[in-house]
C-alpha cells in the first residue's frame, strides 16, 4: 500500500509504502548492488526483527524509483516515545536497537546515490516526527556526510536542529596477500600455533561450517547454547538475551542458509561443541557477527582457535574483506589492520522536539557528570547487574 505522499519529477517517482512483501525482492537485489547494502539492510535480517519488535511501530518505506525500477530504498520506522520526559514521534531505521545492527543507511544504485538522497530527504521532511533519530551509519556514508554539510551541527536550518555523536568503533582486516604472510604480522602467531597444536591432538576434535539450511538447524542450537554459557558470569549477553532475540535469530540464519551467505562455524572437541563463530559474507565481505565458547574451555584458547580458522577460510574464499563489527575488545584490536567508525545523526523538529532537545542534554550531562565520579568497577558491577535484571 502507498501513502498518500507521492512525487514525479521527471521520470524518477519517490513512494512511501507500509509493507515489506510487495518490494522484497527488488529491494533484496537492490542491496546487492548498493555500495552502501549490508548484511543488516537485507531483507532476511530485517523482516525477522520487524517481526519480534515491530509492534507498536509503523513502517515507513522509502522507494525511489526509475520507472518500474527501484533505484532508492530507505527502510524506516515511527513509534511513540519519550525522550527528557517529553512525549514525541520519533522516526528511525528498521533495525534500530535490537541485535546490533552497523552501517544502517539508504540503498541507491551505484553512481545514483546524489539523487536518491535528495528524494529520500524529501521523503522525510513530508512524514510526521518530532525526532529523526539515524543511529548506527558509517560516519563516512553518503548520507551521513550529506546530511551533515545540509544541517551543520546545533543550528537551526529549515527548520530543524542537527546533533550527532559517535557511536561504535568497528575493526576490520583488509584481505590482501595470503593469510600465511597476515599471520606473520599476528602478535599471538606463536600462541596460536601452540594452541592449534595441542586442540587438534585430541581425539574428537573437529570444524564444522553451516552454510545450508539442514545444516544451519544444528549449528544455531550449538551457538545460541555457547554465546550463552560464554556470557553467563558477566550477567548475560545483549545478543540472544531472551526469547525474542533467540526466535528472530533462528529465522534469521535460516534466511541467511537459503541465499548462501551464511557461515556458521562450529569447534568440537571430544565431539563436544566448545566454541562457535556466527559469520555472515556480504558482497565479499566476511562480516563476524558474533561468537561463543565453552567457558570449562576458556583456558584452552578455543575462541581462538576458531577465530583463526574463519579468517583463514575468508583469505581462502577470495573475500576482500573481515570485518570485526562493533566492538572495541582487545583480540579485535590484535587481529584488525584499520577501523571504521558508526555515529548517531538526529534532527530535532518543531517546539516539541527542541523542548525534548534541552531536557535530554541537561538529563545526559547530569548523567555523565555522575558516571565520571564513579570508579570503573562500579560502573562495570552496574552493567552487570542491567544485564541480569533484563534476562
Known amino acids: 500500500m502507498s501513502a498518500a505522499v507521492e512525487f514525479s519529477p521527471g521520470a524518477v517517482e519517490m513512494s512511501v509504502v507500509h509493507d515489506f ?16 547494502g549490508t548484511m543488516f539492510l537485507s531483507p532476511d535480517w530485517l523482516e525477522p526483527w520487524w517481526a519480534q519488535w515491530g509492534s507498536e511501530r509503523e513502517l ?4 525511489v524509483r526509475e520507472g518500474a525500477q527501484l533505484i532508492g530504498f530507505l527502510p524506516l520506522f515511527t513509534e511513540q516515545v519519550r525522550r527528557g520526559g517529553v512525549p ?3 522516526l528511525a531505521f528498521v533495525g534500530d536497537g535490537e541485535t546490533g545492527c552497523d552501517y544502517l543507511d539508504a540503498l541507491a544504485e551505484p553512481g545514483r546515490e546524489r539523487e536518491v538522497f535528495e528524494f529520500c ?9 518530532d525526532l529523526c533519530d539515524l543511529a548506527d551509519l558509517w560516519r563516512e556514508s553518503f548520507t551521513a556526510v550529506n546530511l551533515a554539510q545540509r544541517f551543520p551541527n546545533e543550528k537551526l536550518t529549515q527548520g530543524l536542529i542537527r546533533d550527532g555523536r559517535l557511536r561504535h568503533v568497528c575493526p576490520h582486516i583488509p584481505l590482501q596477500g595470503t593469510f600465511e604472510n597476515y599471520l606473520r604480522g599476528l ?34 542450537g550449538n551457538f545460541i547454547q555457547l554465546h550463552r554459557a560464554r556470557w553467563a558470569a558477566d550477567g548475560g549477553s545483549d545478543g540472544v538475551c531472551d526469547e525474542k532475540h533467540e526466535a528472530f535469530h533462528r529465522e534469521a540464519i535460516a534466511r541467511l542458509a537459503r541465499n548462501g551467505s551464511l557461515r556458521l562455524y562450529t569447534l568440537f572437541c571430544a565431539r563436544r561443541p566448545v566454541a562457535s563463530v556466527y559469520g555472515v559474507v556480504h558482497q565479499g565481505k566476511f562480516n563476524y557477527y558474533q561468537s561463543g565458547y565453552d567457558p570449562e574451555w576458556a583456558s584452552k584458547s578455543v575462541g581462538l582457535v576458531l577465530l583463526a580458522r574463519s579468517v583463514s577460510d575468508a583469505f581462502a574464499e577470495g573475500l576482500s574483506e573481515f570485518d570485526f563489527l562493533r566492538g572495541n575488545e582487545g583480540y579485535k584490536a590484535e587481529w584488525a589492520r584499520g577501523e571504521r567508525w558508526t555515529v548517531q545523526l538526529r534532527l530535532w523538529r518543531g517546539m516539541r522536539g527542541r523542548t525534548a532537545r534541552a531536557a535530554l542534554s541537561a538529563e545526559m550531562f547530569a548523567r555523565e557528570t555522575f558516571k565520571a565520579a564513579l570508579p570503573h568497577r562500579a560502573i562495570e558491577a552496574a552493567k552487570k547487574a542491567r544485564r541480569l535484571l533484563k534476562r
Not at 193 to 216: D, H, L, M, N, V
Open 187 to 220: 602478535s599471538r602467531r606463536e600462541n596460536l600455533k601452540r594452541r592449534e597444536k595441542w586442540i587438534f591432538k585430541q581425539p574428537g576434535t573437529s570444524i564444522e561450517c553451516a552454510r545450508t539450511p539442514e545444516e544451519a538447524v544444528k549449528a544455531t
Open 121 to 129: 530527504l524529501l521523503a522525510v521532511q513530508h512524514l510526521e516526527w
Open 21 to 36: 512483501a510487495s518490494i522484497r525482492e527488488e529491494w533484496r537485489a537492490l542491496n546487492l548492488r548498493a555500495r552502501a
Open 88 to 90: 514525541l514521534k520519533r
Open 60 to 63: 515507513q518505506l522509502v522507494c
